[in-house]
């Protein structure tokens, strides 16, 4: 059975920011949606990943109501997508983007809030509220010319977080971007969240995912195969080691603590509850035993994302967590 990413929820304004089932989409011979069924709840971050081709940016476009779907079924806060009041309510950060270069920061807000027919009432306030989200209330009078290529980026989410939509796509919105850049957007996100604001965000650097995502969903191939939260998707923590001159019959005891696998002097225990760490390690050197270094945690998501796209069985996605926890084919 496809796995789907699913919580419970209450219908109506309440009920989840997006929900698909069997979504999908063909261009001529091409599938490049298959099937997708999927419940992104409000106020949450959620990762959508998969490697190039998978139909990411696809399941993007018939979300934001920019491509029609071929089959199956899907509504965006509450609305079919493709519907115009609903996109008010929207914000979008594409992959690639580029704004005028002899504008001003602020002059870029000022058209987009224009052409989003937001109220005259309320746009210098929002235009001020969504720069410093940001970090550009400094720069806001500056050419665009003249930013560099995070503050770019910064200016493209404050577009994207305008009129405080309740909903924003994200396209890979730190690809491009050097270490403190990444830093600055992961905060931008997780303060939009915090605001109320669910965020959908479709990337392929899977550390950035790790570090800002309640949930997230791996598709390939235009199908979804794994979903849920991390510790889910990352499953039981392993105790990784690097241990020598012990006993033998020593490490033969340890597998009452879990499953035990030795390669030269490195040692797994796989799971592991971490309380029992400090138990192993003073096994060990209690009988002559050295350890060099001790690595108790989950696998990466890298690890989990190769393994699964590389012919992994899929995730079924366990109990459901509070949100806000810590065209052409693609």
Aim: net charge positive; proline share 8%; hydrophobic share 40%.
């Amino acid at each position: 059975m496809t796995p789907s990413v699913s919580r419970p929820s209450s219908g109506g304004s309440n009920g989840p920011a997006i929900r698909t089932d069997d979504l999908a989409k063909r261009f001529g011979r091409t599938l490049a949606l298959d099937g997708l069924t999927m419940t992104v709840e409000r106020g949450e971050v959620f990762g959508f990943l998969g490697p190039n081709g998978a139909g990411k940016t696809t399941a993007v476009k018939l979300l934001l109501g920019l491509a029609r779907p071929t089959g199956g079924t899907a509504r965006v806060l509450g609305a079919p997508i493709g519907d115009r009041p609903t996109r008010a309510r929207i914000g979008y950060l594409p992959e690639f983007f580029r704004y005028q270069p002899w504008l001003r920061g602020r002059e870029v807000l000022e058209l987009h809030a224009a052409l989003g027919r937001m109220p005259r009432s309320r746009r210098r306030a929002d235009i001020a509220t969504a720069l410093g989200l940001v970090g550009l209330v400094d720069r806001a009078e500056s050419l665009v010319g003249t930013y560099s290529k995070g503050m770019q980026q910064r200016l493209g989410l404050a577009v994207a977080l305008l009129g405080s939509p309740e909903l924003v796509f994200l396209d890979e919105p730190t690809s491009a971007l050097d270490p403190v850049g990444r830093l600055a957007v992961r905060s931008i996100i997780r303060a939009a969240r915090d605001r109320g604001t669910t965020v959908f965000l479709n990337s392929h650097l899977l550390t950035e995912v790790e570090r800002v995502c309640d949930r997230v969903a791996i598709v390939d191939e235009g199908r979804l195969i794994a979903a849920g939260r991390l510790d889910e998707l990352l499953g039981a923590p392993v105790l990784r080691m690097r241990v020598t001159d012990a006993a033998p019959a020593v490490i033969a005891a340890l597998a009452k603590f879990g499953r035990v696998e030795v390669e030269g002097d490195r040692l797994t225990i796989d799971p592991i509850d971490p309380a029992r760490v400090p138990d192993i390690v003073a096994a060990i050197v209690a009988t002559g035993g050295r350890v060099h270094d001790v690595d108790a945690g989950r696998g990466s998501l890298e690890d989990r994302f190769v393994a699964l796209v590389t012919g992994g069985a899929p995730v079924e996605p366990g109990p459901p967590g509070p949100p806000g926890a810590p065209g052409s084919p693609t």
